[in-house]
């Protein structure tokens, strides 16, 4: 069985970020509204990025990873653009002009 970490983007801009055993199934629900108060209020949702993994500890230790991270960081995640991940993922005063 596989295991799904994704990212929405809700109508108002806003990322949402979840994991699940069904990709298809939790899409949906989130779509027709009533499973998350938080995207429910936002629809409709798009899915902007998702990642298969093997195990559910190793989902949701992603999803409580990405989870905090900046627009910038996710966007740059999105986009597989890993320098800019790499730059985002420092702090501030650490990145350089």
Known sequence: MSFWVY???C??????????DDL?????????GGYSDFTS???PVRLVWQEEFQTRA??????????????????ALFAGD????SYF???????GL
Do not use: M, N
């Open 58 to 75: 190793e989902a949701l230790t992603a999803e409580v990873q990405i989870k905090p991270w900046s627009r910038a960081k996710k966007e």
């Open 41 to 43: 209020r936002r629809r």
């Open 24 to 32: 298809a199934r939790r899409l949906a629900e989130h779509q027709t």
């Open 7 to 9: 990212v929405l983007q």
């Open 82 to 85: 890993w320098s800019r991940l």
């Open 11 to 20: 109508a108002d801009g806003r990322f949402y970020t979840g994991h699940t």
């Open 89 to 95: 993922a420092r702090p501030p005063k650490e990145r």
